[in-house]
C-alpha cells in the first residue's frame, strides 16, 4: 500500500488549501483513511478521518474550517483547508487502516497501518 500525499504550499492567514492523498495497492473504500499534522517540535496529532461507512470526524481545532471528502473512483481522499491560521502550519500526513470496515472511531496515531510521506502548509501571518 501507498499513499502519496500533496497539495501543501505557502498560504496568507485566512486563504485556503486542498490537500489530496492518492492510494494506491488498495481500494480505499472499505478503509478509514486519516489526515494526521506535525509541527516542528510537536507530536503528530490527529485532524480528521473518513471511514470507510463514510462517516467524518474532526479535531477540535479545525472542526468548521476543513472538510474531509473521499472519491472512491479515485482512490483518493482531499482536505479541504479553509480559514487557515498560522497555528494550522506543519506537515500533513495521510494513513491508512490495514484491516476493513472497522467499528471504531480511528483519531490516534497506533490506530493507521500505512503513511504517506507527507506534504508541508506553511501559513504567513
Known amino acids: 500500500v501507498q499513499l502519496q500525499a500533496s497539495g501543501g504550499g505557502l498560504v496568507q492567514a485566512g486563504g485556503s488549501l486542498r490537500l489530496s492523498c492518492s492510494a494506491s495497492?488498495?481500494?480505499?473504500?472499505?478503509?478509514?483513511v486519516g489526515w494526521f499534522r506535525q509541527a516542528p517540535g510537536k507530536e503528530r496529532e490527529f485532524v480528521s478521518t473518513?471511514?470507510?461507512?463514510?462517516?467524518?470526524y474532526y479535531s477540535f481545532a479545525v472542526k468548521g474550517r476543513f472538510t474531509i471528502t473521499r472519491d472512491n473512483a479515485k482512490n483518493t481522499v482531499f482536505l479541504q483547508m479553509n480559514s487557515l491560521e498560522p497555528e494550522d502550519a506543519a506537515v500533513y500526513y495521510c494513513?491508512?487502516?490495514?484491516?476493513?470496515?472497522?467499528?471504531?472511531?480511528?483519531?490516534?496515531?497506533?490506530?493507521?497501518?500505512?503513511w504517506g510521506q507527507g506534504t508541508l502548509v506553511t501559513v504567513s501571518s
Open positions: 473518513t471511514t470507510w461507512r463514510d462517516r467524518t
Open positions: 494513513a491508512i487502516r490495514d484491516y476493513p470496515r472497522t467499528a471504531d472511531i480511528a483519531n490516534t496515531r497506533g490506530q493507521y497501518d500505512y
Open positions: 495497492g488498495r481500494a480505499i473504500r472499505s478503509y478509514d
